[in-house]
């Protein structure tokens, strides 16, 4: 039911809803959540989970249990509880970052009773899937839960990509249903897939045919290139190639939690250590150059048109290839004091806590050549000495690849060089360049909630976060392995987090609120297991070291006021929230060329959420959320005018073409709803409609700068603005489900019931993540 004592906006997801929903991961479910849309792999992103809440990049902040879980990984469900989504800047609660929100994993532990549930699902696809859940109560006050995965599948309406995992999460509580409890817990999930590469957008900025305001989209459907070239896209084409792209994945996570009960009060102590591994060489389909729609553009270096035997047709797709090894190390040790007490009339929840945590992150690249130098600078072969343009050589080096006919079975070659025809071996082997990210964190915090009248509720909370974090930028093999920097930048960041809400209630199942709250992201807080708008530099020279000394500090500032509801005697809950959300210190370039902190965006909201039973026979749960994201102000774009007789080059500073536009990776409209529907005992009928309106992944124009022979500087107009953007979609799901007995019960579920075709991520360059298609699976369940 809605939390009608809290001053913000939050949602909890039980595990019964993820599995008659269908889905297995981590994002197969905040997909049902308005408001939450997805980036992915690019611009310094590795592979893994990154959702947007309310707007802004949530993939440095998720937890597992209250603990920051800071790996770049695509987390599983089949050992989670419960997913709790809190939105609104909330760095008081979960520390740095967290400016649209935050979400928290809550684990599957030892529970008082005994069970076993089991569920085993084959489908379409190659669908394959089991999961079990058992708990035990063994002798007095011990409880044991284990709880177990195997996943194996291909992904409808993509040729070649698949994927498989398995996970074991075993957990044990010592004095269960007592005052004082002591709980271990593991977790291990294995993974390994071929990535998907996505689908290239149809134009860049050059080759686009329109001027003005333009747009490209994926490269879709029947399309004409710029030479006459026609042919059709299909949802299943796919640009990498077996021989080569892979992604391998662990996650090790292991628990110590002790509890003791003072009457009202609790005293909790937790202590995690965690391992994150990942490796992966997968294609992005590049199209810097044009050469999906084609371009007319002469050769760089002599001049002439096609003087390289350019496709200046189009119709083809750079196969560049994207390599990462790293991993991640935390531990973290917290402890809480919570509980309840009175002075006087005066109701006090509250939360007391101190953090101490310790984060090490390593990345580095793989080499494909059959030797590593001393230097360790070798790198993956794929073109990457000539320009990324399609030309009779390149395809003939499997480069590039058909736009129309990809071959995911085409060899992977390697040349001793890019204009060599001797053919190198092929050894997938660490490591190019290394960096080296650690962090140390040291964190107080305090909350309470004061029910100064039983209609009247002010929540207060504080927190305090010294975080110390430093860079060793690329080390090369040798240095990586006698682990001897040649340098390292370092910086210290004290960071004030605080909030504050009242909680008015006209009556005893409603309530209206208003909160205002406050988030730091500081440089280097994603470690780099993410895009760093604030990253601490990558060079040991003089600019790095005053960009270092300039760094400032991300700030967030929240507003919201709302109304909660439960209706139909607690049965169902209904939340209305208005927002705006303000950042300041933005990394951006100034008006004199150097890196300033005075970037600004601002996003306006509208959420409104139901979760619950209509009837005893019809249960709902969804929302809508309408968002207003603005770049307020983007910084200033470097413009070169070219050297004029005596004239040198001179360099200008322009607006950023973001400025004023919506802010990316961000749906305006988002709705979904999820209905269970219960026309007879053990019959049930369900069903999903979601809907996300047009995203923007990023912008670019055209715009130049010119200079006289007297060296007077003109900025020309653009005469095209481009907006990469991926389509609106509705997307529907549908279930049937019937107990054969109260312990056995047999469902069918379909994914995207309409075969829809419709794109999930639509990246700053290059391409956008396709969806599955259609999917159908039949799983039993049982529970005894």
């Known amino acids: 039911m809605a939390a009608l004592g809290r001053a913000e906006g939050d949602a909890g997801h039980g595990a019964q809803r993820f599995r008659k929903a269908g889905g297995s991961g981590l994002l197969d479910h905040l997909r049902t959540v308005p408001g939450i849309t997805f980036g992915a792999a690019e611009g310094g992103n590795p592979i893994g989970d990154r959702p947007f809440i309310r707007g802004f990049d949530g993939q440095g902040s998720t937890f597992v249990d209250g603990v920051r879980d800071i790996a770049a990984q695509t987390r599983e469900v089949f050992a989670t509880d419960q997913v709790q989504i809190v939105r609104g800047s909330d760095s008081t609660l979960g520390g740095r970052g967290s400016a649209g929100g935050s979400i928290n994993i809550i684990s599957k532990l030892p529970v008082s009773g005994d069970f076993v549930r089991a569920n085993a699902s084959v489908g379409t696809s190659d669908y394959k899937r089991f999961t079990v859940d058992v708990n035990r109560e063994l002798g007095s006050n011990i409880g044991v839960r284990i709880a177990g995965m195997w996943h194996d599948q291909d992904v409808a309406g993509r040729d070649a990509v698949w994927s498989q995992r398995w996970g074991v999460a075993p957990s044990i509580t010592l004095g269960l249903g007592t005052d004082t409890r002591l709980t271990a817990a593991y977790y291990y999930l294995e993974s390994h897939e071929l990535p998907d590469s996505g689908i290239p957008f149809l134009y860049t900025l050059g080759n686009h045919p329109g001027i003005g305001e333009i747009e490209t989209g994926p490269a879709i459907g029947r399309i004409t290139t710029a030479g006459g070239v026609t042919g059709t896209v299909k949802r299943t084409a796919f640009y990498g190639l077996k021989s080569r792209d892979f992604r391998d994945a662990t996650t090790h996570q292991a628990t110590l939690r002790a509890e003791h009960d003072f009457g009202t009060v609790t005293l909790r102590n937790t202590s995690r250590w965690s391992r994150n591994d990942q490796a992966y060489i997968f294609l992005l389909p590049d199209d810097s150059q044009g050469n999906v729609y084609g371009t007319a553009a002469t050769n760089p270096t002599t001049g002439a048109a096609g003087a390289r035997g350019d496709v200046l047709n189009g119709g083809y797709v750079w196969t560049r290839a994207n390599t990462r090894y790293g991993y991640t190390t935390v531990m973290t040790n917290q402890t809480d004091l919570f509980g309840t007490f009175e002075t006087g009339s005066i109701k006090h929840s509250f939360a007391l806590g101190a953090e101490f945590n310790f984060e090490k992150a390593r990345r580095g690249t793989f080499v494909s050549r059959g030797f590593l130098t001393a230097s360790g600078a070798e790198t993956l072969a794929s073109g990457g ?3 990324p343009r399609c030309n009779t050589a390149t395809i003939a080096r499997y480069y590039c690849t058909s736009l129309f006919n990809p071959n995911p079975n085409a060899p992977w070659v390697n040349y001793a060089s890019d204009t060599s025809s001797v053919q190198a071996p092929i050894v997938k082997t660490l490591l190019g360049e290394e960096t080296q990210n650690e962090a140390s964190t040291a964190s107080i915090y305090a909350f309470d909630s004061i029910t100064l009248l039983p209609s009247l509720i002010l929540n207060l909370g504080v927190r305090y976060d010294h975080f110390t974090s430093k860079v060793t930028p690329g080390l090369t093999y040798a240095q990586a392995l006698a682990d001897t920097p040649s340098f390292t930048l370092e ?21 209206l609120y208003a909160s205002y709250a406050t988030a730091a992201t500081p440089p280097n807080a994603l470690l780099g297991e993410g895009q760093e708008g604030n990253s601490l530099g990558t060079a040991n020279n003089a600019a790095a070291l005053t960009l270092l000394e300039s760094l400032k500090t991300e700030k967030t500032r929240s507003y919201e006021v709302g109304a909660k ?27 004199n060329n150097t890196v300033e902190f005075i970037g600004k965006r601002r996003i306006r909201g509208v959420e ?18 309408y968002l207003d994201p603005k770049i307020v102000d983007g910084g200033f774009t470097a413009l070169t005018a070219p050297a004029v007789g005596a004239q040198a080059a001179k360099t200008v500073l322009v607006p950023s073409v973001n400025t004023g536009r919506m802010a990316t990776q961000t749906a305006k409209n988002s709705f979904t709803l999820w209905a269970d529907l219960k026309p007879a005992p053990g019959l049930s009928f369900g069903g999903g409609a979601f809907y996300t309106s047009k995203q923007y992944g990023g912008y670019a124009d055209n715009r130049s700068a010119t200079q006289s022979a007297a060296g007077v500087v003109t900025v020309n107009p653009a005469t095209k603005i481009l907006s990469r953007t991926i389509p609106e979609y509705w997307r529907f799901d549908a279930r049937i489900g019937y107990s054969i007995t109260p312990n056995i019960e047999l469902s069918v579920n379909v994914q995207n019931l309409t075969d829809k075709v419709y794109f999930s991520q639509a990246y700053t360059n290059h391409y956008a993540a396709i969806a599955p298609g259609r999917s159908a699976f039949a799983t039993i369940g049982v529970k005894f």
């Open 385 to 387: 000495t000539i320009s």
């Open 608 to 625: 409104f959420s139901f979760n619950g039973n209509v009837t005893s026979w019809l249960t709902v749960f969804g929302g809508y959320t």
């Open 565 to 591: 509801a439960d209706l139909f005697e607690n049965q169902l809950a209904l939340t209305l929230a208005l927002f705006q959300t303000d950042t300041d210190n933005a990394r951006v370039t100034g008006p």
């Open 491 to 511: 910086r210290t960041d004290k960071l004030f987090n605080w909030q504050a809400g009242l909680v008015f209630k006209p009556t005893r199942n409603t309530s």
